[in-house]
């Protein structure tokens, strides 16, 4: 069990790594006005097709429906309408900050099966160690891509919770 001094000191460490993480991934992405590749083109449509009112219908295929998973473009969208932002630009930026909830959920994971000392190790790993020159798609990390599968890894320690 941490003692008050020693639960500051964790703290402080996980504040800065995410600090550090953040900073970086907000500075590639903090001004992008378009994203940095084509399937997110699809997501685009699919997120002013919703804004359209046409939600579910694959505006790649005609009369044809979604065949995934919308939850992303769903909390896009919802963005898009409480901000007023264009879609591009959520879709561009979107990521910096829904993909904190990655890392922190995985420090959470973590201290709660191994303690603190692992959980730093592991943090550390996570953000800066693991995915050498791996697309966020590819590689457990926080990115300022709005992947799919790396914003929904933020799950994965409640599924383990309930094993």
């Excluded at 790594?17 to 001004?31: E, R, W």
């Excluded at 997110?40 to 009112?53: E, K, M, P, Y």
């Excluded at 264009?86 to 904190?100: D, E, K, T």
């Excluded at 000392?117 to 953000?127: E, R, S």
Aim: charged content about 15%; glycine content about 6%.
């Amino acid at each position: 069990m941490l003692k008050g001094q020693d639960k500051i000191g964790v703290a402080v460490v996980v504040i800065v790594l995410m600090t550090l993480a953040f900073v970086q991934c907000y500075k590639t992405a903090h001004d992008l006005t378009w994203t940095v590749e084509a399937d997110f083109d699809r997501d685009q449509s699919f997120v002013q097709g919703t804004l359209d009112g046409n939600f579910g219908k694959d505006p790649s295929y005609r009369n044809e429906y979604l065949w995934y998973n919308p939850l992303v473009f769903l909390i896009e969208t919802a963005i898009v309408k409480i901000t007023g932002l264009p879609v591009n630009i959520v879709l561009a930026r979107a990521g910096i900050y829904l993909n904190l909830f990655a890392p922190l959920a995985f420090a959470f994971m973590t201290f709660y099966f191994f303690g603190s000392k692992v959980m730093l190790a592991a943090l550390a790993g996570f953000l800066f160690f693991t995915t050498g020159n791996l697309w966020g798609w590819s590689a457990a990390t926080y990115s300022p891509w709005l992947y799919p599968v790396s914003f929904m890894q933020f799950i994965l320690p409640k599924s383990i919770r309930m094993l």
